[in-house]
């Protein structure tokens, strides 16, 4: 929806929001946080119990992002493949159902270190400030591959030094 109250749902709205959802993989994978942040709404909600069993949560977006940085900067190379997106469009905004596939390597030059899932995100964004923002990411899982150990490994190699992961 637009500053005045009319909904959106242009063809440049379309590929607005498809732009910020394709952006949430270019972040994660290039390491490139402000990007990453730059994509989100200043609270977002964050689902991801079918990956983790943890119940979602609304959370600040800085703290999201700060979330991730160990466990990324830990991991040597990630892939977020997105393909066959939705977008529709009502009164508050926008969602996105989009099919991803997302490769994480412990070591680039190992296939034995690795961890793949398969599933599909689905994100709500909102016309805000004269952008699409995201402000909630639910992550449905259908699939996995490889060692889910990795993830810890790449978590604990990721943490700060001093710091302890549980």
């Not at 994100?123 to 805000?128: G, I, M, T």
Request: a negative charge.
């Amino acid at each position: 929806m637009n500053q005045e109250g009319i909904m959106r749902s242009s063809v440049e709205d379309r590929v607005a929001v498809l732009e910020m959802v394709y952006k949430y993989a270019q972040g994660i994978d290039t390491r490139d946080w402000a990007l990453y942040r730059s994509i989100f709404t200043d609270e977002i909600e964050v689902d991801f119990s079918s990956y983790n069993g943890q119940p979602g949560s609304r959370l600040k977006a800085d703290d999201w992002v700060e979330r991730l940085h160990p466990l990324f900067s830990g991991l040597a190379a990630t892939q977020h493949i997105m393909t066959n997106p939705i977008v529709t469009f009502d009164e508050k905004g926008a969602t996105c159902r989009i099919y991803m596939q997302a490769e994480h390597f412990l070591d680039a030059y190992d296939g034995h270190t690795s961890y793949s899932i398969g599933g599909y995100y689905t994100d709500r964004l909102v016309f805000q400030d004269n952008r699409w923002l995201i402000a909630s990411v639910t992550l449905t899982v259908l699939w996995r591959r490889g060692d889910p150990e990795i993830m810890v490994k790449a978590l604990e190699k990721g943490a700060p030094v001093g710091t302890k992961r549980k």
